[in-house]
């Protein structure tokens, strides 16, 4: 398929609508408001399973993995908003993470999103760590120093 596929614009252009949807409803201040962004975050949400119903074929199986826990339990959220389900093969590792996406859905709106809450999620968790083992263990929690390697005998 290339760039300029019907389909693929049109589902470009929903996922562009979800974002801005989703924001909306995460800065809504009102219940109207919040039931206004939900209302319409729920059609955008059918467009886009119709447009997966007639175009399956745009959709690749994809494979991540993920080693730690924060990270996967954040793609399966992300996943399962977007009304993806997430799986994985018996015999796989609990660390991947498989789901039948499509490219362009995978490469404007998952991953991107994906990185930027990850970040986020990553930051809090470190200083939450850090102000808890300075706070409960040592207040000197920085790095172990380096120094030299001690020199090796010859024969």
Do not use: C
């Amino acid at each position: 398929m290339t760039a300029s596929d019907p389909s693929q614009n049109d589902e470009a252009r929903l996922l562009e609508k979800l974002r801005r949807i989703a924001a909306l409803f995460e800065g809504a201040t009102t219940d109207g408001e919040r039931a206004a962004a939900e209302l319409a975050l729920e059609r955008v949400r059918h467009r886009i399973d119709e447009l997966r119903r007639t175009t399956p074929d745009q959709e690749q199986e994809t494979s991540f993995s993920l080693s730690d826990p924060w990270s996967r339990q954040l793609l399966l959220a992300l996943l399962r908003r977007y009304g993806i389900r997430p799986y994985r093969y018996r015999g796989q590792r609990r660390t991947t993470v498989v789901a039948r996406v499509s490219k362009p859905f995978l490469d404007q709106t998952l991953w991107p999103e994906f990185q930027e809450l990850q970040s986020t999620l990553v930051g809090h968790l470190n200083a939450v760590a850090s102000r808890v083992i300075s706070q409960v263990v040592h207040p000197d929690a920085s790095e172990a120093s380096e120094v030299e390697a001690p020199k090796r005998l010859t024969s």
